[in-house]
């Protein structure tokens, strides 16, 4: 599986090289800085499990919210011309005993300019707590204990590929990367595609014993995994007041085919073809100067899975604020366009 992913990213970075010629009354480029930034942030994954049309009298039937409790991340990032880099470290032991452990790993690598952009990232989070718990455990209200699963895993790789329509006057990577800066507002269209695995395992049931009555077959469901390609569209818009005051709106709605493979305590396996939806929306504000700046960043992406009884809704949800400055360095003897 990782070796698919890393073949799929290796063969589509041969076409960024191409960008194309700017306008520079529009943004500036800063292909001779070295660009560092510190960063902290929240980032999460959210799983949800909603039944499909339940009745009215299924007052169990509540919707599951787990999420993972590893949410402070400090980090690192490294942007050079095309390439960046970034790694981070929790900056606390995220162990509350009413909600559990989460252990988690995250690892990000983005390459290409303003014309193509590749994205490869892993995820790995082990330990999730139900937020609803309140809605069908009564001893909650003494407790406080939030039903957990410390078994329960979420694994996903992907590598995401976005083309920028408007990509002379429209620069990216003013609010993600840093090696750009818009100094007048502009408007793209984007078309992008993902290639992705979204693994969800336990060693027992996803749901609590209190619904399982209320989830029909898939009471005993304890994995999904999904093997996903898409393609889709959507918009993105960079505001600039004074040159250096930014924002940035960013969209995208995927449609994909999705090879799962469902598992459950109670059954075979089974694997089935569904289409389904997927998307990215992100958002960056800050204050952006020739050298220093300071960003605030939003990305939120998100997946359908529809089992036909249940929906399960897949999403990582991630802010951090940046500090940094560019440096200016030589062209290093290896580095070649």
Request: glycine share 6%; with cysteine.
């Amino acid at each position: 599986m990782k070796n698919f992913f890393f073949c799929c990213f290796l063969f589509l970075s041969f076409f960024a090289f191409s960008q194309s010629n700017w306008d520079t009354t529009k943004y500036l480029k800063y292909k001779d800085r070295l660009i560092v930034s510190g960063y902290y942030s929240y980032r999460n994954f959210d799983y949800s499990i909603t039944r499909n049309n339940p009745t009215v009298l299924d007052t169990m039937a509540k919707a599951l919210h787990y999420k993972a409790a590893a949410n402070n991340v400090i980090g690192l990032e490294f942007d050079y011309d095309k390439v960046s880099f970034a790694f981070g470290i929790k900056s606390s032991d995220a162990n509350d005993s009413t909600k559990g452990k989460t252990s988690f790993k995250n690892f990000a690598f983005s390459f290409g300019g303003n014309k193509w952009i590749i994205e490869a990232s892993y995820r790995n989070y082990k330990g999730f707590y139900d937020q609803n718990t309140a809605t069908y455990d009564t001893t909650m209200k003494t407790t406080h204990n939030y039903f957990q699963i410390p078994s329960m895993q979420v694994k996903q790789a992907k590598v995401k590929f976005m083309y920028f329509t408007n990509n002379k006057k429209f620069a990216y990577k003013a609010g993600y990367s840093y090696s750009c800066r818009q100094i007048k507002s502009a408007f793209t269209w984007v078309l992008g595609g993902n290639f992705y695995y979204n693994g969800l395992t336990t060693d027992s049931s996803l749901l609590p014993i209190q619904v399982r009555k209320s989830y029909s077959i898939d009471a005993y469901l304890k994995g999904v995994k999904v093997y996903g390609a898409s393609a889709g569209a959507g918009a993105s818009l960079n505001l600039v007041i004074w040159k250096t005051l930014f924002a940035n709106f960013t969209f995208v709605l995927y449609g994909e085919p999705q090879w799962r493979t469902y598992t459950r305590l109670n059954g075979p396996n089974t694997q089935l073809c569904y289409l389904s939806a997927s998307g990215d929306a992100r958002l960056a504000l800050g204050f952006n100067a020739k050298n220093f700046f300071f960003m605030f960043n939003s990305y939120n992406d998100f997946v359908y899975l529809n089992t036909g009884n249940s929906l399960i809704t897949s999403k990582f949800i991630s802010g951090s604020v940046s500090i940094g400055y560019r440096f200016k360095v030589k062209t290093p003897g290896f580095y070649k366009k």
